[in-house]
T-cell receptor, first 114, second 109 residues
Framework: SAVISQKPSRDICQRGTSLTIQCQVD?????MFWYRQQPGQSLTLIAT?????????ESGFVIDKFPISRPNLTFSTLTVSNMSPEDSSIYLC???????????FGPGTRLTVT | RKEVEQDPGPFNVPEGATVAFNCTYS??????FFWYRQDCRKEPKLLMS???SGNEDGRFTAQLNRASQYISLLIRDSKLSDSATYLC??????????FGSGTRLLVRP
């Protein structure tokens, strides 16, 4: 499976500010995704990061709040904009390396908004 | 109704026990099925994919029943290291994953 890293691993931010999270993979992958895991909850898909085009967002998530970039096949960023305490969560990227349906997750970014 | 439903647990079992987890999903057009394991404060790790023919990996056996929209995971000879949350996950044709809320397993000495 691919080796996935995320930066930062954790951060504490003030409300109203923005944070950009980076996801780096050690090999080219066909698809990358961003998920959120709120405290005590399971994972929810935010969006599919499309290489060379705008991300595809799930219901309840919008580009103005969660802008995503994917400049190449090994890297993506997720920005959490104008943060509020409700944005306190773990944000995880995942990758689908090849023709199978399997996905692998990065270690996550633990965000606390005060 | 949730798209993927699981027994909430926790399941508290002694070492060596056999434990079974169940999961149901609502979308009959689902394409892929998985069990992930998540340890506390860690990311989910793929445990195994699940196929209609059933598949086994050591002490772990997974089964899919498409007609009943039902997925199961059997763990034999439980180890202390099996203590974790087990996530039932279903994928659609666009590779989006839908996660169940997870079943917590505690294996005691």
């Amino acid at each position: 499976s691919a080796v996935i890293s995320q930066k930062p691993s954790r951060d504490i931010c003030q409300r109203g500010t923005s944070l950009t999270i980076q996801c780096q993979v050690d090999s080219q992958v066909t698809m990358m995704f961003w998920y959120r895991q709120q405290p005590g909850q399971s994972l929810t898909l935010i969006a599919t990061a499309n290489q060379g085009s705008e991300a595809t967002y799930e219901s309840g998530f919008v580009i103005d709040k969660f802008p995503i970039s994917r400049p190449n096949l090994t890297f993506s960023t997720l920005t959490v904009s104008n943060m509020s305490p409700e944005d306190s969560s773990i944000y995880l990227c995942s990758v689908k390396p090849g023709h199978s349906y399997e996905q692998y997750f990065g270690p996550g970014t633990r965000l606390t908004v005060t | 109704r949730k798209e993927v439903e699981q027994d909430p647990g926790p399941f508290n079992v002694p070492e060596g026990a056999t434990v079974a987890f169940n999961c149901t999903y609502s979308n009959s057009a689902s394409q892929s099925f998985f069990w992930y394991r998540q340890d506390c404060r860690k990311e989910p790790k793929l445990l195994m994919s699940v196929y209609s023919s059933g598949n086994e990996d050591g002490r772990f056996t997974a089964q899919l029943n498409r007609a009943s929209q039902y997925i199961s995971l059997l763990i034999r000879d439980s180890k202390l290291s099996d203590s974790a949350t087990y996530l039932c996950v279903v994928g659609d044709s666009s590779y989006k994953l839908i996660f169940g809320s997870g079943t917590r397993l505690l294996v005691r000495p």
